[in-house]
């Protein structure tokens, strides 16, 4: 309390105790809010396979410590923290969820608008949404190779229908032992691929793959066996 003295009228002095005058804190200075440099919310199916996985993929210059993904009803379908002793954080994540059957897909995430949240290790704020949509491209029809042909290594050449409404395709070469895993995106535009030599060896089997990727980023792809001589 603040003491206040002063003289009455009969020239006594009193003594009045006043409330203290509250000083005012500084504010808290406002966290900025910016937008990811890039969000996306993407499926892809497997015709032949019959499966289908969601791809999650966030991209920032700003070093996250924590990131959520909330659905269209505003549940949290995927949440990260980075913990590391020095701050490095994450500036990129991609991640894809099993693959089921495609309706179970659908049902897990459902079509709509997801929201994603960052904080960075310097408190910026990051906002994003992406859209996510349940419409699938059709399946590429492969007309080369045929599935299970037996080719020379210096002539597989991948030739599907172009479907004019695929925004481009891509194409990919696997082979589990030894593991080959080779991916290109293709210009759009492109409807066929000769596999490079040095990517094959004789006597051993492969998958091609073929993804057409819709405008909206949705992929289907359809596969075919081979093996070379």
């Not at 960075?120 to 704020?125: K, L, P, R, Y």
């Not at 990517?199 to 081979?226: D, P």
């Amino acid at each position: 309390m603040h003491k206040l003295q002063f003289l009455g009228a009969s020239g006594a002095l009193a003594l009045v105790l006043l409330p203290p005058v509250a000083t005012p804190r500084p504010s808290s200075p406002a966290r900025s809010t910016i937008p990811f440099d890039a969000v996306s919310m993407t499926i892809e199916l497997n015709s032949t396979d019959a499966d289908a996985g969601v791809i999650l993929f966030s991209d920032t210059e700003s070093r996250l410590r924590h990131l959520t993904i909330q659905d269209p009803s505003g549940n949290v379908v995927y949440e990260m923290t980075s913990s590391d002793a020095v701050g490095l954080g994450l500036t990129e994540m991609q991640n894809e969820t099993a693959e089921p059957d495609i309706q179970t897909a659908f049902d897990a995430y459902p079509e709509g608008d997801y929201t994603f949240t960052g904080e960075a290790f310097d408190g910026t704020i990051l906002s994003s949404v992406a859209h996510l949509s349940h419409t699938m491209p059709a399946a590429p029809v492969v007309s080369r190779p045929e599935d299970g042909a037996v080719l020379s290594l210096h002539d597989v050449r991948v030739r599907w229908a172009l479907d004019p409404a695929i925004d481009h395709y891509w194409i990919e070469i696997e082979q589990e032992d030894p593991p080959v895993n080779f991916t290109m995106q293709l210009q759009p535009g492109v409807h066929d691929f000769e596999i490079p030599s040095q990517l094959l060896r004789r006597g051993a089997s492969y998958v091609a793959g073929v993804g057409a990727v819709a405008v909206g980023g949705n992929t289907t792809v359809s596969e075919v066996e081979f093996e070379t001589r």
